[in-house]
């Protein structure tokens, strides 16, 4: 891009942003001529000969995610400080180049996967209003979706960079804990909250994930482990699950669309094998059905308690679920979930990866309101288990459902081997869109 170009397209991004501002997937906008000066600092440093991977692309950050002198509010009125540093994450990516448009509207405290647990106005579904947006980086994959920026950063602790991105019809990737660093948020579950990447198109994903992660020395959760480069052999065998494991909650548009997607990963030439999904799902439920909800209330457990009114009930009583347990409860369910990591490893370790439809079903937001507790659980069936096991995973759009509605695959990786994401998904990507178009 030009220099005009890059402050031209920068600009026009955040004016779309101010237009769609009173529809809830914004909390925040940076004033337009900080977007310009840093637009133009991204054109003079190209126009001096810096390689910027990220030159030009415009970006937006979920509001738990510290952004120097802006407010992370996490989605709640009277909550919140003026960070004085921006996260490592936001600082990697402005640095190759990429420039900040505003922070996006999240389900408060990130408390939830589907995009209702905040006040009105809520962030509508970008393909369908009707449709709950996923969460609870609603805002985050909003912002992609409808093309007001190039690529969000949201946060993910029980699938919240995987759902959104199903609901919106764009690629969520959720790299391993650890591979970016996790610092500066209002942290869900510190210890084990990703930074994950909203994006178009896997390759776009990629690169941005490609300019963010690294060692953090300052980081206490950075991964450390090994990342895995080896290309795929052919006929690389995928885990999957049996029909007995697969819920899709009545929806047998998703079913269906699911067995189509699974059938262009057989025309691409991989194997697929059946595993016991029982040690995922029950790592899955100890994230939000033991102790370990107790982490929430390390951050805003207090503000909750002092100002219960600011927050919505669905996700006020999700976090004071938490001060049921006891710390004999917090170490009983740290050991369980560290055998399950074990027993997790050894079903993996024969395959390149697993595969699981990301959501099950997609509800309305009617739906959702009128049941939020159990359909909220149901919509993290094949989320809930990635991080508290440390593996990656990305979420990539599949074919229409017949009804209209999206449908999306996620991968699910070993740990450090985003390499191997990184291939199937862009074979499944490749499939997807040379398939005929479904009329919609």
């Given at each position: 891009m030009s220099a005009p170009d890059i402050v031209a397209a920068a600009l026009a991004a955040h004016d779309a942003a101010m237009a769609a501002a009173g529809e809830g997937i914004f909390v925040s906008l940076c004033e337009r001529a900080d977007v310009e000066r840093a637009a133009r600092r991204v054109a003079e440093r190209c126009a001096v000969g810096e390689t910027l991977p990220l030159a030009g692309l415009t970006f937006a950050v979920k509001d738990n995610i510290d952004v120097a002198g802006m407010a992370s509010t996490s989605n709640c009125p009277g909550y919140g400080?003026?960070?004085?540093?921006?996260?490592?994450?936001?600082?990697?990516?402005?640095?190759?180049?990429?420039?900040?448009?505003?922070?996006?509207?999240?389900?408060?405290?990130?408390?939830?996967?589907?995009?209702?647990?905040?006040?009105?106005?809520?962030?509508?579904?970008?393909?369908?209003?009707?449709?709950?947006?996923?969460?609870?980086?609603?805002g985050s994959a909003v912002a992609v979706a409808r093309g007001l920026v190039d690529f969000a950063l949201g946060s993910d602790t029980g699938g919240s960079g995987r759902v959104p991105a199903a609901a919106n019809g764009i690629v969520g990737l959720k790299p391993t804990p650890?591979?970016?660093?996790?610092?500066?948020?209002?942290?869900?579950?510190?210890?084990?909250?990703?930074?994950?990447?909203?994006?178009?198109?896997?390759?776009?994903?990629?690169?941005?994930?490609?300019?963010?992660?690294?060692?953090?020395p300052l980081d206490?959760?950075?991964?450390?482990?090994?990342?895995?480069?080896?290309?795929?052999?052919?006929?690389?065998?995928?885990?999957?699950?049996?029909?007995?494991?697969?819920?899709?909650?009545?929806?047998?548009?998703?079913?269906?669309?699911?067995?189509?997607?699974?059938?262009?990963?057989?025309?691409?030439?991989?194997?697929?094998?059946?595993?016991?999904?029982?040690?995922?799902?029950?790592?899955?439920?100890?994230?939000?059905?033991?102790?370990?909800?107790?982490?929430?209330?390390?951050?805003?457990?207090?503000?909750?308690?002092?100002r219960p009114e600011a927050v919505v009930a669905p996700v006020r009583r999700a976090i004071e679920a938490g001060r049921a347990y006891s710390a004999r409860d917090a170490f009983e369910a740290l050991y369980r979930l560290a055998a399950l990591k074990l027993e997790a490893a050894r079903a993996l370790a024969p395959f390149a990866a697993l595969v699981v439809p990301t959501v099950p079903r997609l509800f309305t937001v009617?739906?959702?309101?009128?049941?939020?507790?159990?359909?909220?659980?149901?919509?993290?069936?094949?989320?809930?288990?990635?991080?508290?096991?440390?593996?990656?995973?990305?979420?990539?759009?599949?074919?229409?459902?017949?009804?209209?509605?999206?449908?999306?695959?996620?991968?699910?990786?070993?740990?450090?081997?985003?390499?191997?994401?990184?291939?199937?998904?862009?074979?499944?990507?490749?499939?997807?869109?040379?398939?005929?178009?479904?009329?919609?």
């Amino acid at each position: 891009m030009s220099a005009p170009d890059i402050v031209a397209a920068a600009l026009a991004a955040h004016d779309a942003a101010m237009a769609a501002a009173g529809e809830g997937i914004f909390v925040s906008l940076c004033e337009r001529a900080d977007v310009e000066r840093a637009a133009r600092r991204v054109a003079e440093r190209c126009a001096v000969g810096e390689t910027l991977p990220l030159a030009g692309l415009t970006f937006a950050v979920k509001d738990n995610i510290d952004v120097a002198g802006m407010a992370s509010t996490s989605n709640c009125p009277g909550y919140g400080r003026v960070a004085a540093a921006s996260a490592p994450a936001v600082d990697k990516a402005v640095a190759a180049g990429a420039i900040l448009i505003g922070k996006n509207t999240m389900d408060q405290f990130a408390t939830g996967l589907n995009g209702t647990r905040a006040w009105e106005p809520l962030c509508r579904n970008a393909i369908d209003p009707d449709l709950i947006p996923g969460g609870s980086s609603s805002g985050s994959a909003v912002a992609v979706a409808r093309g007001l920026v190039d690529f969000a950063l949201g946060s993910d602790t029980g699938g919240s960079g995987r759902v959104p991105a199903a609901a919106n019809g764009i690629v969520g990737l959720k790299p391993t804990p650890g591979l970016v660093s996790g610092r500066g948020m209002v942290y869900c579950n510190r210890t084990f909250d990703v930074i994950p990447v909203f994006a178009p198109t896997v390759a776009d994903a990629f690169r941005v994930f490609a300019a963010i992660k690294g060692p953090d020395p300052l980081d206490p959760y950075a991964y450390t482990g090994p990342e895995e480069a080896e290309p795929l052999p052919p006929g690389a065998a995928l885990a999957t699950l049996a029909p007995a494991d697969l819920e899709f909650f009545g929806d047998d548009a998703a079913r269906a669309a699911y067995g189509a997607n699974i059938a262009r990963l057989e025309a691409a030439g991989f194997t697929l094998r059946e595993i016991d999904f029982a040690p995922f799902r029950e790592a899955g439920r100890l994230v939000f059905e033991s102790a370990l909800v107790a982490e929430r209330l390390v951050d805003y457990g207090d503000f909750i308690a002092a100002r219960p009114e600011a927050v919505v009930a669905p996700v006020r009583r999700a976090i004071e679920a938490g001060r049921a347990y006891s710390a004999r409860d917090a170490f009983e369910a740290l050991y369980r979930l560290a055998a399950l990591k074990l027993e997790a490893a050894r079903a993996l370790a024969p395959f390149a990866a697993l595969v699981v439809p990301t959501v099950p079903r997609l509800f309305t937001v009617r739906e959702m309101q009128a049941e939020p507790m159990a359909r909220n659980t149901a919509m993290g069936t094949y989320t809930y288990f990635a991080n508290p096991l440390g593996l990656g995973a990305i979420a990539v759009p599949g074919g229409w459902c017949a009804d209209g509605r999206p449908s999306s695959l996620c991968f699910v990786g070993r740990p450090g081997a985003e390499a191997v994401l990184r291939q199937i998904a862009s074979d499944f990507e490749a499939r997807v869109r040379c398939a005929a178009p479904v009329s919609r």
